[in-house]
């Protein structure tokens, strides 16, 4: 059973920094691709980065581009999403995400997910 725990919520000023993590348990981790959502009240879930189970390549939504930097540690089995330069459009809950398909470059919405965990920007 797959199980994703999301970690590192918080409260921070405009222009702060955050890092979030997700710990993954019951699949040999290395094998698949990890990413971050984020969702606001209202509004579609919306992609925000990912990585290859490879890590060769990452991807990245435009509104976080040269701010957001996400990593992974597969001895540890756990993503992460260093956040710089927070913005009060960031506010949103957050979501870890795990391809269901072995082997791939980022997971879609057809995922497993972790519960979310809260990030606020204030201005």
């Known amino acids: 059973q797959v199980r994703l725990a999301e970690s590192g919520e918080g409260l921070v000023q405009a222009g702060g920094s955050l890092r979030l993590s997700c710990a993954a348990s019951g699949r040999t981790f290395s094998r698949y691709a990890m990413g971050w959502f984020r969702q606001v009240p209202g509004k579609e879930r919306e992609f925000v980065a990912a990585i290859s189970y490879s890590q060769s390549s990452t991807f990245y939504a435009d509104s976080v581009k040269g701010r957001f930097t996400i990593s992974r540690d597969n001895a540890k089995n756990t993503v992460y999403l260093q956040m710089i330069s927070l913005k009060p459009e960031d506010t949103a809950v957050y979501y870890c995400?795990?391809?269901?398909?072995?082997?791939?470059?980022?997971?879609?919405?057809?995922?497993?997910w972790g519960q979310g965990t809260q990030v606020t920007v204030s201005s």
């Open positions: 995400a795990q391809d269901r398909s072995a082997w791939g470059l980022r997971p879609n919405e057809d995922a497993y």
